[in-house]
């Protein structure tokens, strides 16, 4: 079946731009991650989504960024007024959601979106 | 918050080697995946082991919860297996991922 897509695979952007990241998780997955991977940080976590509850954005740098899912499928990450050190690469994943039970937490990841800001 | 740590940080094997890889993590966790990430970057599912032990192929994993470690063993290296394999954690739903090794496994 499909997996968890993303796009654009690349974004390159100017510095103070605002930038849009999209990302499909499987069908019927209720759970949506975002995580982002630099060279300086590794792999960390952003905001969860998790059907109808709040989402937890605790990880979310800073104020510029924001993220929005509709209809509890897609979700749209925005950063808004890029910096250079908003370069990276932006992870998406997805889970059938805590209510199926603990098996149903393993999370699948898109391909990514790398961002370029210059 | 959790901390969890890899090793080694490097790994370079000669195809058909045997190798471990170890996580630990500092603190009690819901669940614990394993990854590979291939070299475009795509985060490829190993292991959903958040005990016990379960294998794949020519890869096996062992959870000890009660101890906090992990380990995925790689038999018979191949040179598909090159990349960076990454243990990860879950804290209240999200995932807190390890630095990662990276394996290179030449011909």
């Known amino acids: 079946g499909a997996g968890v897509s993303q796009s654009p695979s690349n974004k390159v952007t100017e510095k103070g731009k605002d930038v849009e990241l999209r990302c499909d998780p499987i069908?019927?997955?209720?759970?949506l991650y975002w995580y982002r991977q630099s060279l300086g940080q590794g792999l960390e976590f952003l905001i969860y989504?998790?059907?109808?509850?709040?989402?937890?954005k605790s990880g979310l740098p800073s104020d510029r960024f924001s993220a929005e899912r509709t209809g509890g499928s897609v979700s749209t990450l925005t950063i808004q007024r890029t910096q250079q050190e908003d370069s990276a690469v932006y992870l998406c994943?997805?889970?059938?959601?805590?209510?199926?039970?603990?098996?149903?937490?393993?999370?699948?990841f898109g391909p990514g979106t790398r961002l370029t800001v210059t | 918050g959790i901390q969890v740590e890899q090793s080694p940080p490097d790994l370079i094997l000669q195809e058909g080697a045997n190798s471990t890889l170890r996580c630990n993590f500092s603190?009690?966790?819901?669940?614990l995946q394993w990854f590979h990430q291939n070299p475009w970057g795509q985060l490829i599912n190993l292991f959903y082991?958040?005990?016990g032990t379960k294998q794949n192929g020519r890869l096996s994993a062992t959870t000890v919860a009660t101890e906090r470690y992990s380990l995925l063993y790689i038999s018979s290296s191949q040179t598909t297996d090159s990349g960076v394999y990454f243990c990860?954690?879950?804290?209240?739903?999200?995932?807190?991922f390890g630095t990662g090794t990276r394996l290179q496994v030449f011909p």
């Open positions: 994943a997805s889970s059938l959601g805590p209510r199926f039970g603990r098996i149903a937490n393993e999370q699948y």
């Open positions: 069908s019927g997955h209720t759970a």
């Open positions: 989504f998790q059907g109808n509850s709040a989402p937890d």
């Open positions: 603190d009690s966790v819901n669940n």
């Open positions: 082991i958040p005990s």
């Open positions: 990860a954690v879950v804290n209240t739903d999200k995932l807190i």
